[in-house]
């Protein structure tokens, strides 16, 4: 069965998931927020997304799935976009035109399409997997993926402290939200000096932090 524990109270939203997952990115944003919300430490290792009463909820089997009254959302990043355009208008997170709504988006996906999935694989063959399971060729070839991005991210940051402006949005915690695993892979980011600061800038955040330890 699955169980829960309340962040704070009373609960306004309940997000299953663990922070090692890529329910990180909701929680360090419900963090940011500052929202009430109930916290299911789901695990994806082992069968606990396998259970009925989950697959009721979310028939993927996947992890992180927000539960906002009758709502029911899938897949962190549009998790984050709900949250954010709810709630963060006030504290600056939500952007305040629709054309910065649309790189706020535009940001969000690039990270998903362009970066994540090599990202993932440098970390699991350079680090993670034993090392009888680890692939060079893949290691090999998602490094050289990852250039391009990474160039262009660099570049989108020269003459500004963050993504949108002057100011952290929800673009920046997408994107840093993935940008993450750059410190467990241990992947150098010498060659994109306004990238490694931003990124420096983001994650020391408090509220990652807190979502970290969620």
């Known amino acids: 069965m699955i169980t829960a524990s309340c962040c704070k109270a009373p609960v306004m939203l309940k997000l299953y998931g663990i922070s090692q997952s890529r329910a990180f990115r909701p929680l360090w944003l419900l963090h940011e927020l500052e929202l009430p919300y109930e916290h299911v430490r789901l695990d994806f290792r ?15 089997g996947r992890i992180p799935t927000l539960v906002d009254g009758d709502l029911v959302l899938w897949e962190s990043m549009a998790i984050n976009l709900y949250l954010a355009r709810k709630h963060g208008v ?10 910065a709504e649309g790189l706020a988006q535009q940001w969000s996906f690039w990270v998903m399409n362009e970066v994540e999935a090599a990202l993932l694989s440098v970390l699991m063959h350079g680090r993670v997997l034993p090392a009888d399971k680890r692939d060079p060729d893949k290691l090999s070839r998602n490094l050289g993926v990852l250039k391009r991005p990474l160039a262009v991210l660099d570049q989108a940051l020269a003459g500004r402290d963050y993504l949108l402006g002057a100011h952290f949005t929800v673009a920046d915690l997408n994107v840093a939200s993935v940008l993450i695993w750059c410190r467990p892979a241990k992947l150098p ?13 983001c994650l020391e955040r408090p509220a990652r932090k807190l979502a970290q330890a969620a």
Do not use: F, K
């Open 46 to 60: 082992g069968d606990a997304l396998s259970d009925p009463d989950y697959l009721a909820i979310n028939p993927n």
């Open 189 to 201: 980011l010498l060659e994109y000096p306004r990238l490694e600061a931003w990124l420096n800038r």
């Open 90 to 99: 006030r504290q600056g997170l939500w952007p305040d035109t629709i054309e």
